[in-house]
């Protein structure tokens, strides 16, 4: 095996064990998400992801399909929500775009607890609580990698540096709240709906977890 074919194959398995741990907005490497939530909670995710050629072409092989958490079919992505109440794909789309795969879904949700296990099905990355009234959603893009070799940093980097993530929420009532954590990370609001925006590099290699929260 070449030199050049084995810092692919080290490239590829970073990408893929990174997506591992975190929410599902950032477990692939280029995410934008628009999320409208109804007065009631309900609402709809329209959601794109994409991935490069080769990171789908890993993911396929049975051996590694549990380090992708982000299925690259419809038959897995309905697979996937379909252990939790109140979640429905209400379309899927996907196609190329130069050597990334490009998804796009909506996904209706029936209350803001599917929402957050949509997002985390484990339920310590994204969490909803209310007080007095106030709403707020959080959000942790990960968990804490701990000290990285300087070639596997450098493999990480090259491979997410043209990606990015951009999520907004579309609220019942103007949010009060739209604060981001981590190095790079920005958050802002516009009218009724909350922004956040950061590079996946910036994410994925961040020492302590990037963070949202929102409320209204």
Do not use: H
């Amino acid at each position: 095996m070449t030199r050049e074919a084995m810092v692919n194959i080290r490239k590829y398995f970073f990408a893929a064990i990174l997506a591992a741990p975190i929410l599902l907005f950032s477990s692939c490497l280029g995410v934008e998400a628009d999320v409208k939530i109804s007065a009631s909670g309900s609402g709809a995710i329209d959601l794109e992801y994409r991935m490069s050629e080769e990171l789908v072409a890993f993911g396929e092989l049975d051996a590694n399909k549990t380090l992708l958490p982000v299925p690259v079919s419809r038959s897995d992505f309905e697979r996937g929500i379909s252990a939790y109440k109140g979640l429905k794909l209400e379309s899927w789309s996907d196609s190329k775009d130069g050597t990334d795969l490009v998804v796009k879904a909506r996904v209706s949700f029936d209350d803001l607890s599917s929402l957050t296990k949509f997002l985390d099905p484990r339920g310590n990355l994204a969490s909803y609580s209310e007080n007095a009234g106030k709403k707020t959603l959080r959000f942790v893009f990960g968990e804490p990698l701990g000290e990285l070799d300087a070639e596997t940093a450098a493999l990480a980097a090259e491979a997410l540096a043209p990606y990015s993530m951009k999520l907004t929420l579309r609220l019942p009532s103007p949010p009060t709240e739209s604060t981001a954590r981590g190095e790079g990370t920005k958050a802002w609001i516009e009218g009724q709906s909350a922004k956040f925006e950061s590079s996946m590099k910036g994410i994925a290699l961040s020492p302590q977890p990037a963070g949202w929260t929102v409320s209204w």
